[in-house]
DNA sequence: CAAATGTGGTTAAGCGCTTTCTCTAATATC
DNA sequence: GATATTAGAGAAAGCGCTTAACCACATTTG
């Protein structure tokens, strides 16, 4: 049924060592039976099987891509650049959603070994590191999109988190806010803990009061932006400010705006990081961080690639820089 | 450096075959060998290949997952669904993105089949035959998810588009509406086709006029959905309500109404359909025609793995109902 | 003109696994 | 106690390919 390479060498009449020469352009071959052989190839209908060469020690051209939620804008952007890249580089990737869940996470890590990956992308905040350690040991190509792991001599490819959130604040400083909240995911994860840092510089560069009441820990979808966001405005400290660390918490915080009849930007304004598709379609347009996603995408997968390909490849940070969008969801204050 | 079979097979002092069986829980083995074989598995890190095992006729547990872009958030939930049913069914999907361009559909097709993937799940449209009806021929599992090919006996998955557009539609004229323009991305894709069927019957239905100039066919991004939105209400025969086939090409609306200074609703009605997460983000909420997104990705892959896993598989259609979610984006027709 | 060199190709081993066939030893049967 | 069963395990072939080693022949070279 399945035509192999034996039936093509039959029909051609020559070794399948001749007509694997062929296929991978390799040895000697007379222009003769080169022709020959293509063109049973083509009458066969013959497709070299990928299994079978990859077991024999060529590469799989697959890569994994491992990140939180497809269904989430920023990570289907990415996802969407590391296909266009992979493809033409030649590899195609294998799409893992953990939902951040470390057991996913470790789970398909060894499961793309198995599967014999080239090498893998991680988008998502890795806190368990037994298993990446050992695959890193043993010199796995590896690399890390929109995320860091200091710690680690790895590939990274990352927008300048710190700047980001240093632009974000100050955008709101300057336009004479006081009282900013920040709403992020999980302080364990790098992007964030920059972001805040960034934050706290920004407030005391400009002799204002850190409030930790203003400070919320959440996670990444819109219905946690909105919860947070309700609790933030509900308060009696009520934020004239928001700087969310993700479009989608900050679609949340539209939302709870919404919800309690109040406006943006007149009585809030709020910044976003991302920007992704959500900001320009929300109401007013947001106010936010751009990360290159579409450089960062082509630069993990070069990278990786580098990884999988050269020998002695020296791993290395590639720290993008982020870039603040003004639209209109921000504006200067007026309250007191 | 990388540990197989025979090193599991010598540390336990048994023969490759034995601990082949307690790897696939084959053939008879004693609880004492199998312990035994288990534990130094354990010891020794050891994950079978599946590049090998998929060499021996075993499956690859890896499906294809073919469609236009990932980063269109009606396909970003699809993807996810997919990949969670795959997961659960012990399944990795390899994504394809293809903007529906014919000729990379082609390429991933026989790409995925070099692959060895179990099966493929095609979202695109499809419309060269050749290499689809030759694996369909040869039996390869496919399933198609939220479009069909009528004349192909083929597992499909969808949403009863002639009811969504009939109920959208529909809608619009209980509403009052007698100049409803459709915008639909192309009639070749028979979703689309469906629901615009279902348009001009209701019109017919309801003794309303059917005006061609009220019909655009366009792609199926935002900008698409706003440059042909633009179109339309810049026309002298302005809709007073606006039926799009996809939320995305809704959003678009949004963006042109916006820009043209025409309030949604009292100035226009708008349906969307597959309510996507656009649908809740955008101001006002879009009314919409929901695709139960969940139980289509689920059934997909269902119904691929009883194609995959079962020798006589019989094809099948399954044709959800759609459900008509009104929110704040259509209103009572005042004018004239 | 014998030896060296080059060209075009073949043979065969091996990648890591599954599976059929076979064999041995233990247990059951009469 | 001799024979029939059965449980447990090994030997070996084979999946489709790559590649190192090898070989036959033609062509150069001094």
Same mark, same amino acid.
């Given at each position: ?92 990737? =294998? ?36 298993? =990446?350690?050992? =695959?890193?040991?043993?010199?796995? *190509? ?49 992007? !964030? ?25 959440? !996670? ?18 009520? $934020? ?43 109401? $007013? $347009? ?5 990360? *290159? ?8 997968? !070069?990278? =990786? ?16 820089? $982020? ?14």
């Amino acid at each position: 049924m399945k035509v192999t390479i034996y039936d093509v060498a039959k029909k051609a009449g020559v070794s399948i060592a001749t007509v694997s020469r062929v296929i991978n352009n390799t040895g000697r071959i007379s222009e003769k039976t080169r022709k020959k052989v293509l063109e049973v190839m083509e009458t066969l209908h013959y497709q070299p099987s990928i299994v079978a060469s990859a077991l024999t020690g060529k590469r799989t051209r697959t890569i994994g891509l491992i990140i939180p939620d497809v269904a989430n804008p920023f990570f289907s952007e990415i996802a969407r650049k590391v296909e266009d890249r992979g493809r033409e580089l030649g590899f195609n990737v =294998l799409m893992c959603n953990t939902d951040n869940n470390p057991d996913t996470e470790e789970m398909y890590l060894s499961l793309l070994k198995q599967k014999s990956v080239d090498g893998i992308i991680i988008g998502t905040t890795t806190k368990n590191y037994t298993v =990446l350690n050992e =695959l890193l040991r043993e010199n796995f *190509p590896i690399a890390l999109i929109a995320q860091d792991i200091p710690e680690l001599a790895i590939d990274v490819v990352r927008v300048d988190d710190f700047l980001g959130g240093y632009l974000a604040t100050s955008h709101l400083v300057s336009l004479g806010h006081k009282k900013i909240a920040i709403m992020l995911g999980n302080l364990s994860r790098t992007s !964030d803990k920059y972001r805040f840092q960034a934050y706290r510089q920004v407030l005391e560069e400009n002799g204002l009061e850190y409030n930790e009441k203003l400070v919320i820990c959440t !996670d990444y979808s819109m219905e946690d932006g909105k919860r947070a966001a309700l609790e933030l405005l509900k308060s009696s400290q009520r $934020p004239t400010a928001i700087f969310a660390c993700f479009d989608a918490l900050a679609v949340g915080v539209y939302q709870a705006a919404k919800e309690l009849g109040l406006n943006i930007p007149n009585d809030l304004s709020v910044v976003g990081f991302d920007n992704t598709i959500l900001a320009t379609i929300v109401d $007013p $347009p947001l106010t936010t961080i751009a990360q *290159p996603i579409d450089e960062m995408g082509r630069q993990v997968v !070069d990278l =990786l690639v580098r990884g999988i390909e050269e020998e002695k490849h020296t791993k290395q940070r590639v720290i993008l820089p $982020p870039e603040l969008i003004i639209r209109n969801s921000t504006k200067e204050n007026v309250s007191k």
